[in-house]
């Protein structure tokens, strides 16, 4: 799933996601709006909703296709969205900068060094949150034909039991979704990671 396959995606269709934001977004309104990342921002619906509730964000995607659609609709962001083309799975974002890391949905691959993830909890400044949010295994089935196999990817216990004594794990659950499923898929219900860098 590289930078082609996703413009593709989003060349395919005038608009892949809903332009809702994800519901687990809700856990960070009672927070204080400092910096944050949304990783794999895609079409801008949670960086806009972010922006909304007085937050500072940097919204990273691999597809320059999402982030020129993101960016036509963030027309009330006022320069609060820095839209910016990386990937995150090679190049880490910068090391304690963001009060808020938000990895909703991203397809996160499995390393045995753990590195594209440590260069995301890295990014977690001192006191911020990280909040990732993933579909539930049980919803998801191999798709050999395609090379996807969800046990590739990271999952929220996964990232739990590498979080050392400088996290707590302050949500480490599987719920309801509080969206309908995406077209074409059978997501019932979401894996939710929230946890935040003692120091």
């Not at 500072?56 to 296709?65: E, F, G, L, P």
């Not at 594209?116 to 949010?133: E, K, Q």
């Not at 659950?173 to 929230?194: F, I």
Request: with cysteine.
């Amino acid at each position: 799933m590289d930078a082609q396959f996703w413009d593709e995606t989003y060349r395919s269709r005038d608009q892949v996601f809903s332009g809702n934001p994800n519901g687990v977004l809700a856990e960070v309104t009672g927070l204080p709006p400092g910096q944050a990342l949304d990783v794999g921002c895609g079409e801008g619906a949670d960086a806009l909703w972010l922006v909304r509730h007085g937050w500072q964000v940097t919204a990273v995607d691999i597809s320059t296709t999402a982030l020129q659609r993101a960016a036509a609709a963030a027309v009330d962001s006022e320069g609060r969205v820095a839209w910016t083309r990386a990937d995150l799975t090679i190049t880490p974002p910068p090391a304690d900068a963001f009060d808020l890391v938000s990895v909703q949905y991203f397809p996160l691959s499995l390393q045995p060094d753990h590195a594209s993830l440590r260069g995301l909890l890295n990014a977690v400044a001192p006191g911020g949150t990280l909040l990732f949010a993933s579909h539930d295994l049980a919803d998801l089935s191999p798709r050999p034909e395609q090379g996807f196999d969800p046990g590739d990817y990271y999952q929220s216990d996964d990232i739990a039991k590498l979080l050392d004594h400088d996290w707590t794990v302050l949500i480490n659950e599987t719920r309801p979704r509080t969206a309908p499923a995406p077209a074409g898929t059978h997501h019932t219900h979401d894996t939710v990671l929230r946890a935040q860098r003692l120091r």
